[in-house]
């Protein structure tokens, strides 16, 4: 069966509004003409408010791992070293990408356990050049210690590179607080775009940085962008993805209306609710968690229970018309995962949980309906 219109509640890609889908369908402009330096500007003046920076804001035609890559990329010499800290799938990415650069200096733990600050803090006295790390690490629902990474940074003189791209738009960030260099956004995650772009914040730190990095790609070159970005008529370099801009431009405008704050209390309301209802079911949380890191407020993972895989889980909700994931590699089978990012609605949220009571039923994990429907309302009417 070919429906057109799934739920999907993925940690990316997500649902996105009809006015987004309409906004994408305008004919063509030239991307060096007015029109074009409109929109760019428009994007980047919200784009300033999502990540609360005064930094420079470049989009580029790519998805996050486009914004990752030229994060890395522009800021690592061949014998420079990058600690990279990783508690799951995409933190792995950012010691993959660092080695193509320069060193990776690996900081990692289990995937969903709490990160070694200790080790982190160690390596920067040692001497390493940046630290990169995922502030929401989708892969296994948890929240990371941003505010803390970057005070370590700091007090070492260390450029932070921060992959914000299932945070920004949906959790609080502060990049300037925070003392983030380089923070990274993505399109198809909490700002409810279509996938294809990632938006970098870059400091005048991070800038510097790059004038003594000789092996840079040349796509993803942040110097080109920030030139493009300065020209009396703003620009990218190459020619961008046009109606992806439009479809952000749109997307932003939503998250205008909407205020950032509301935004970010309705995420939070979600995933708290989505909490709730797993604990009256009796499912568990699969991240563990201390003092410094916390569930992730824009997807939740779930261990799964004995006697279903998250595969599993994940055909049922599928035949029921509901796309939600499972676990990646390692994780595979072990958890399922319901994200809540971009612009939902109660709606969204209670059909998912009504359908996963009705699956576990159905397979006799659980004894009755109902139990989580009530606690997800129980949350939600707090909105
Ligand atoms: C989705 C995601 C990415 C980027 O993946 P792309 O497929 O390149 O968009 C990077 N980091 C995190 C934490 C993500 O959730």
């Not at 030239?30 to 930094?55: M, W």
């Not at 001497?127 to 629902?141: D, F, L, P, R």
């Amino acid at each position: 069966m070919n429906f057109e219109d799934k739920l999907i509640m993925m940690p990316g890609p997500v649902p996105v509004a009809p006015r987004i889908l309409r906004a994408m369908s305008k004919p063509m402009i030239n991307h060096r003409g007015d029109e074009f330096a409109e929109i760019y500007d428009d994007c980047c003046n919200i784009l300033k408010d999502v990540f609360n920076t005064q930094n420079d804001i470049s989009v580029i035609s790519g998805s996050g791992s486009a914004g990752m890559e030229a994060a890395i990329g522009c800021t690592t010499n061949n014998n420079d070293n990058v600690i990279t800290i990783e508690n799951g799938k995409f933190g792995e990415r950012f010691k993959l990408i660092a080695d193509r650069y320069g060193n990776a200096l690996p900081v990692e733990s289990e995937w969903g356990e709490p990160i070694d600050l200790d080790k982190v803090e160690n390596l920067l006295a040692e001497g390493a050049n940046s630290v990169a790390m995922v502030h929401n690490e989708t892969s296994a629902g948890v929240l990371n210690p941003a505010k803390e990474v970057g005070k370590l940074a700091k007090k070492y003189d260390a450029l932070f590179i921060m992959d914000g791209i299932t945070s920004i738009g949906g959790d609080e960030v502060k990049v300037d607080d925070w003392g983030v260099d380089i923070a990274i956004a993505g399109s198809q995650k909490c700002i409810g775009a279509p996938p294809g772009m990632s938006m970098v914040s870059i400091s005048d730190r991070a800038y510097e940085a790059m004038e003594n990095v000789d092996n840079k790609p040349y796509y993803l070159d942040l110097e080109a962008y920030k030139e493009s970005l300065d020209k009396d008529k703003t620009q990218t370099p190459y020619t961008p993805a046009v109606p992806l801009f439009y479809g952000l431009q749109e997307s932003l405008h939503i998250v205008n209306e909407e205020g950032i704050d509301n935004r970010i209390n309705r995420h939070r309301t979600y995933s708290k609710a989505v909490r709730n209802a797993m604990d009256a079911i009796g499912l568990e949380m699969y991240p563990t968690l201390d003092e410094n890191t916390q569930y992730s407020n824009t997807v939740s993972a779930m261990s799964a229970p004995e006697g279903v895989s998250g595969e599993d889980i994940k055909k049922d909700m599928l035949k029921r018309g509901i796309v939600i994931v499972g676990g990646q590699e390692r994780l595979k089978d072990k958890i399922f995962r319901i994200g809540n990012m971009g612009n939902l609605t109660h709606r969204d949220i209670l059909i998912t949980i009504q359908e996963l009571e009705t699956i576990l039923h159905k397979r006799g994990i659980i004894s009755e309906v109902g139990a989580g429907i009530n606690a997800a309302n129980d949350i939600l009417d707090s909105l």
